[in-house]
């Protein structure tokens, strides 16, 4: 059973510019959550989808944003970014969600902004 | 407001050692706790989980934890160290609205 597939694995992008994120989910899994790791702010809730729709945000601004389409693949994307997005971006799927399921991590997307 | 706090963020230990590593958090409700590693260049990997039931959990690569109620405790332990357990470990909560928090991190390090 193929695990959590994220792309692109790294990329660099120039400040003001934005990115799409895609993740693919463990199939079966209808829940997908996106969390933002930097070594000063450690592990960050971004939000969460289950079945198309956003079931839970984190404290980030509007500029990032996400969705999930019917086959539970989801992207996120941030707009008009900036040195502080430089981050690990990882996505994380489950069966239904964190309470009580386990989560299961991709390897991330390494995005740093110059 | 609920949080986790990883107690130390860099632990090093003698290879054989025994490794422990803390976790306590903040919850209103009983919250589910697991325990996850990073290795470099890597994403998170399931360690163990506490859901319901039995208080101490056992996981992968002969770690296992304790979850202390009374405490608001979650810490993670293992009898002997081996030098491919260096690592970061984070511990998380889990609720039921499906929010999900993380501790800081703790780097272990493990000498020959």
């Known amino acids: 059973k193929a695990g959590v597939t994220q792309t692109p694995r790294y990329l660099i992008k120039t400040r003001g510019q934005q990115v799409t994120l895609s993740c693919s989910p463990i199939s079966g899994h209808r829940s997908v959550s996106w969390y933002q790791q930097t070594p000063g702010q450690g592990l960050q809730f971004l939000f969460e989808y289950f079945s198309e729709t956003q079931r839970n945000k984190g404290n980030f601004p509007g500029r990032f944003s996400g969705r999930q389409f019917s086959n539970s693949r989801s992207e996120m994307n941030v707009s008009t970014l900036e040195l502080g997005d430089s981050a690990l971006y990882l996505c994380?799927?489950?069966?239904?969600?964190?309470?009580?399921?386990?989560?299961?991590f991709g390897e991330g997307s390494w995005l740093t902004v110059v | 407001a609920q949080s986790v706090t990883q107690l130390g963020s860099h632990v090093s230990v003698s290879e054989g050692a025994l490794v422990l590593l803390r976790c306590n958090y903040s919850?209103?409700?009983?919250?589910?706790l697991f325990w996850y590693v990073q290795y470099p260049n890597q994403g998170l990997q399931l360690l163990l989980k506490?859901?319901?039931?039995?208080?101490l959990v056992k996981g992968i690569n002969g770690f296992e934890a304790e979850f202390k109620k009374s405490e608001t405790s979650f810490h993670l332990t293992k009898p002997s160290a081996h030098m491919s357990d260096a690592a970061e470990y984070f511990c998380?909560?889990?609720?039921?609205?499906?929010?999900?928090?993380f501790g800081a991190g703790t780097r272990l390090t493990v000498k020959p």
């Open positions: 998380a909560v889990g609720y039921n609205n499906n929010d999900m928090r």
């Open positions: 506490y859901t319901t039931g039995a208080t």
């Open positions: 919850s209103s409700v009983p919250p589910y």
């Open positions: 994380a799927s489950s069966l239904s969600g964190v309470s009580g399921n386990t989560i299961y």
